[in-house]
């Protein structure tokens, strides 16, 4: 698992092996850099109920391994020890003592809303900004289901359902489950159809022109839940603006714009008068009205070194001023000559400075980063501006 940040640690899954009868494993073909080595215990299975649920029942907690353990031994990604790879390394003293804790059940039942002779369920573990499932499967309707082995966190339990001719998504809903030190019965789940989003795009300020751009796609973004298919959360702008996503089931959504062409950037999107440029987009919470503008700016330079000589291939990092509501690092690499350019960046006061010698990862990390800014280029950049900067390159390490 590699360690990264967006804000928050994330998991990165970059390679993966299994464990023999021994305990052994290998992870080959890995890039220099610091990695998180954890190991997920076997996929849990949904199962048919094997005692009626009482609330509050007594305690029936099971000694089981960790759903997940990190290296050297701990069950928290955030007391993990990082492991630093350099280039053609070999690592052989990376073993790990899996805890052994309580583990317990959550029990549910699905109710479907039509003909659906069965329901898919599954249980994610949030960890850091990741959510990997630990339990998936087929549940009959109606039936008092559980999944055992279940150790102490938060957790998202999802249920689908799917049209049994087309086989594409009918129904889906989301709770929010946490365990303890007992059996939970997460009650009812009851998969909702989904619902159209429509909305329209339109160009204001800045400019006489507010024609709306050709080829534009508007798109809803999962977080921390799969595809589930069926679901319709892409859609083309029309040329009148409006656009309309067919299938959309409840839940939180980030929402992205693409094919802007030069010049255009993503200003604003509401729904209900509420700022959603950054998330969360929520349906059947009404239109969405998104906003472009044609002032978008335009930064080009080179990235050189002490005797101002061209340094390829350095990393160069684009950090807004205002960093709150989801405006996160922008990164470009320069090319072959040390040229780079950024397009379609939002009006604003930046800070952009160039590095070599990085890590896979700490570009995009807002921690690594806040520690390289001494060595910043500052710019303001107003509506429809270019500008063209020289960075000094330096090592991040």
Known sequence: MKLQHNGRIRLDQKQWG????????RIPDLSKGPYILGISAPMLTPRKRLQ????DAPLTKHVTIARWSFYPGVDSLEAAAPIMLSQGMEYSAADIVVPQVDSFCVRTKVITHSREPSAALWLNRAIGDSFPSIARGKVTPGEDSEICGVTPGQYWLDASTADPDT??????????????????????????????????????GDSNDDTVPSGLS??????GRPMIYGEDINSSVRPDGTFTLRNVFPDQYGLSVSGLPDGYYLREAKQQGID????????GNGELFISL??????????????????????????IPEKTSGGNFLLTQQSDQSGAFKFGGIVPGDYKVLALTGLF????????????????????????????????????GH
Do not use: C
Request: proline share 6%; glycine share 8%.
């Open 167 to 204: 086989h594409k998504a009918s129904g889906y809903v989301r709770d929010q489950v946490v365990v303890m030190d007992r059996d939970v019965d997460a009650g009812t789940l009851y998969p909702v159809p989904g619902v159209e989003v429509q909305g329209k795009v339109s160009v204001i």
């Open 218 to 223: 508007v798109a809803l973004t999962r977080r």
């Open 293 to 318: 503008s044609s002032g978008a700016v335009v930064i080009t330079g080179m990235t050189v070194d002490k005797e101002d000589h061209p340094v390829p291939d350095a990393m160069v990092v684009l």
């Open 360 to 395: 896979e990862g700490e570009a995009e990390d807002p921690v690594f980063v806040a520690t390289q800014m001494f060595s910043a280029v500052e710019l303001s950049a107003e509506p429809r501006s270019s500008h063209a900067v020289t960075l000094k390159v330096r090592s």
């Open 18 to 25: 299994k464990t023999d009868d021994l305990g052994q494993y």
């Open 276 to 283: 959603v440029t950054h998330g969360p987009v929520q349906p």
């Open 52 to 55: 009626a649920a009482i609330r």
